[in-house]
C-alpha cells in the first residue's frame, strides 16, 4: 500500500507563512494527482489545491493567490506553500495521492487513494 506523511504545520500569526510538506513511501508504481484539503473545526473536509502528474494545478477560491503548490517527482513529495495566512486558515491539512501500486509479490498493479494523518496549521489574529 501507499503511505503519506504530512508535516510543516503550526502556529502562525495572520499575515505569516508557513509550508507543508507530504512525502509518499511505498511500492509506488505511478501517482497521478496528489492534492492538499483541509477541514476546519465544525465543518465539512474542503480542496485546498490539487496538481496533477503533468503539473496542472487547481486552487480552491479561498487560496487562490495566495497558496502554491507543487511537487518533486523524484521524491513523490508535495508541498504546499502558504502565504498571507488568515485566521480562517486554521483547520487540519490532509494530504492526498491518488495512483497505483505494485502488488507485492507479483507483477501485477492497482490503484490507490491514500490519505495522511492530517498537520494542524493555525493562524492567530
Known sequence: QVRLVESG???VQAGGILRLSCVASGSIFTINAMGWYRQA???QRELAATITSDGRT????SVKGRFTISRDY???TVY???TSLKPEDTAVYYCSAEGSFLIFGTTNWADFNSWGQGTQVTVSS
Open 74 to 76: 523524484a521524491k513523490n
Open 80 to 82: 504546499l506553500q502558504m
Open 58 to 61: 487547481n486552487y480552491a477560491d
Open 41 to 43: 473545526p465544525g465543518k
Open 9 to 11: 504545520g503550526g502556529l
